[in-house]
């Protein structure tokens, strides 16, 4: 067994719900031989350079996320797609410890699987930017601004897939059209929808 990371302690130590399940999945995860870190505010469990399994929680749940989850067997059947925009992460979730305990086995046979999926060096082939929908009105905001569409097209195809999704989201096109109205600066200065 991999030892603790102090510096991921206190994600282990605050009062939450989650806490006994989250001190289950640590150990579940050190077990398996992971490095543990501290990435995107979650214990991360990694192999040399490549993230494995994250733990993270939500208000109804908390879940083992493993990256590359789409590239796993799932015998068990357990492995869930956050939403049907998530191209390779895949979780497993639990509202109680037991849940947890009588899966650790388990657990363990899908991180050893996880690993090697990571060391022979496999990925998930995600979508393309142009496989995404353009929404009409961001359509036609790029056909008239030739300054956004090349910052559009400049931005990282993730930062591009980022906004494509974002825009599409809502149903009518008054509410898209401010979306895209409210984020036209940002994409103008090279930025993603998320960066500050």
Same mark, same amino acid.
């Given at each position: ?5 102090? +510096? ?5 130590? +605050?009062?939450? !719900?989650? !806490? ?12 398996? #031989? ?6 995107? #505010? ?7 350079? #490549? ?21 796993? *067997? ?39 699987? &996880? ?7 496999? +990925?998930?082939?995600? +979508?393309?930017? *142009? ?25 990282? %195809?993730?930062?591009? !897939? ?5 825009? *599409?989201? %809502? ?6 059209? &401010? ?18």
């Amino acid at each position: 067994m991999n030892s603790v990371n102090p +510096k991921v302690d206190w994600f282990f130590n +605050k009062d939450t !719900r989650w !806490r006994e399940e989250y001190n289950h999945l640590r150990m579940i995860a050190l077990d398996c #031989g992971l490095t543990e870190q501290l990435k995107w #505010g979650c214990p991360c469990y990694s192999l040399q350079s #490549g993230n494995i399994v994250l733990i993270h929680g939500f208000k109804d749940y908390c879940a083992f996320l493993f990256f590359k989850g789409a590239l796993l *067997s799932d015998i068990q059947g357990i492995l869930i797609q956050q939403t049907e925009h998530v191209q390779s992460a895949r979780q497993v979730r639990f509202t109680n410890v037991e849940q947890i305990a009588n899966l650790a086995t388990v657990l363990k046979t899908y991180i050893y699987e &996880a690993i090697e999926v990571e060391k022979a060096g496999l +990925k998930v082939e995600l +979508k393309k930017t *142009s496989d995404f929908a353009v929404p009409a009105e961001f359509q036609g905001k790029l056909d008239h601004i030739p300054p956004l569409k090349t910052a559009f097209e400049a931005l990282t %195809p993730g930062r591009q !897939r980022g906004y494509l999704f974002h825009f *599409s989201q %809502p149903k009518q096109s008054k509410t898209r059209e &401010a979306r895209i109205e409210k984020y036209i600066p940002k994409i103008l200065s090279g930025k993603g929808l998320e960066d500050e």
